[in-house]
């Protein structure tokens, strides 16, 4: 069943173009929002690196840290994500959403480094949360507009290499601070710069109509009602076992990148600039290759079968859950770094085409909601869920294990491996449903 636009407060234009060169900007889009990408992962992430310096000077558990660094940040972003998707499905000017958001979480990056106390912090991740909870709807449906269905994933998975080269950048230059300079310096580092890319985005980044890649331009007069998109959300499988697979896939994915940097300093004897520069080439060059990979595979492939766009990432996750685990138990750092390659670079390869597929999933008034959705799924279990429950658990098992933190996290993280194999089933069961429910 296919829903028409009258039903979402969308009514159809002529086929329309832009008024400016739309196939050579869009290009220029792409890497602009790259670059705001990559602030957005190096702001939200760099704390991974800096998590044992932190925990020395406040003198926290691991379930404190976990907390710290996703609880906060995951229920501001889903608070402000949710609105702000109506409010774009609304008609609302997405350039300028990306701009003011990026601003407000790089000023709250920095403000981290500035924090006194366990609390403070608390609050200042909060305050990157609602920054970046502007970016996901914002950045796909814009994409979504300038990229045909045939060509999004790969755009997409473009643009989120700034999440792996973040990590190759980021977390060395991050660890290298930390131990010369201090954790402070190395947040207060990193957030300014987002300033400057806000207003080049701002000044610089044109807003497409709605549409317009498709030629079917629209007018949206108001937010679709909430009824109707859950509506669509309990009716199409394919959406409901994306979710439960973002999800799950994050919590192993996100809990992972928090937690591994510290494992390595416990297990192997490290400071953060060693593990820094080790953990981010391995993330950063195996990720990059894999996120603009797997949007090229998915697009590649599921033009043939649009089965592909699901299965693909199912494989993915079982291929990574071996090697996830040895890496983990090894005693050896040349074998746990050679373990990690695999799951750095196939854990994230699902997002260019799960946020393609939502895009084709929904009306065009839906899209901002429908990409939110998923967001939030992935963010609140990954980011919200994951670090403290690791955390928790690491706590847990430290407890029974005479006190030896190395072995209760190390455990902590074998235990979090089940959500893998979890998460490749929904995304195989989403490739069994996906045949006729796009909308395009």
Request: hydrophobic letters at 50%; one cysteine or more.
């Amino acid at each position: 069943m296919t829903t028409t636009s009258e039903d979402f407060a969308a009514t159809p234009g002529p086929a329309v173009t832009a008024d400016f060169d739309w196939r050579s900007h869009r290009k220029y889009v792409v890497f602009i929002i790259a670059v705001a990408f990559f602030l957005n992962s190096l702001d939200r992430n760099i704390i991974n690196i800096l998590l044992q310096s932190i925990k020395k000077e406040f003198n926290l558990t691991d379930a404190e840290l976990g907390t710290m660094t996703g609880l906060y940040f995951a229920i501001l972003y889903n608070l402000v994500g949710l609105p702000v998707a109506r409010w774009i499905d609304g008609g609302a000017v997405r350039r300028n959403i990306i701009a003011g958001g990026l601003a407000l979480w790089s000023v709250a990056t920095a403000m981290c480094g500035l924090a006194q106390n366990y609390w403070q912090m608390l609050l200042c991740r909060a305050a990157i949360g609602v920054g970046e909870g502007t970016f996901g709807p914002s950045t796909m449906t814009m994409v979504s507009d300038y990229f045909g269905p045939h060509e999004r994933a790969k755009a997409m998975g473009t643009y989120l290499l700034g999440l792996p080269l973040a990590a190759l950048v980021g977390l060395p230059l991050g660890g290298w601070v930390a131990v010369h300079y201090g954790w402070r310096s190395a947040l207060m580092l990193v957030g300014f710069p987002g300033l400057i890319v806000a207003l080049i985005v701002r000044l610089t980044v044109k807003e497409p109509p709605r549409g317009l890649a498709e030629g079917k331009a629209v007018k949206i007069a108001k937010p679709v009602p909430l009824g109707q998109v859950f509506a669509l959300v309990k009716r199409k499988k394919t959406v409901m076992h994306l979710l439960a697979a973002a999800s799950l896939s994050s919590f192993s994915t996100i809990g992972g990148a928090v937690w591994f940097p510290a494992f390595l300093q416990r297990d192997f004897g490290l400071n953060a600039a060693q593990v820094g520069a080790s953990w981010g080439v391995v993330v950063g060059l195996s990720g990059a290759l894999c996120a603009f990979g797997g949007g090229w595979l998915a697009d590649r492939f599921g033009a043939r079968n649009a089965k592909y766009y699901m299965s693909l990432p199912a494989l993915t996750m079982a291929i990574s859950l071996p090697f996830y685990l040895l890496a983990t138990v090894t005693g050896s750092y040349w074998l746990c770094f050679a373990c990690l390659i695999v799951p750095s670079a196939l854990n994230n390869s699902w997002i260019p085409s799960g946020i393609a597929v939502t895009q084709r999933l929904a009306p065009i008034a839906m899209r901002g909601i429908l990409g939110m959705l998923v967001t939030m799924a992935a963010n609140l279990v990954g980011h919200g869920f994951a670090p403290p429950l690791i955390g928790f658990l690491s706590d847990t098992f430290t407890a029974h294990l005479g006190g030896n933190s190395t072995e209760g996290l190390r455990w902590a993280l074998v235990a979090s491996s089940v959500f893998y194999p979890w998460a490749a089933l929904h995304f195989w069961l989403a490739s069994r449903s996906i045949a006729g429910e796009f909308e395009d």
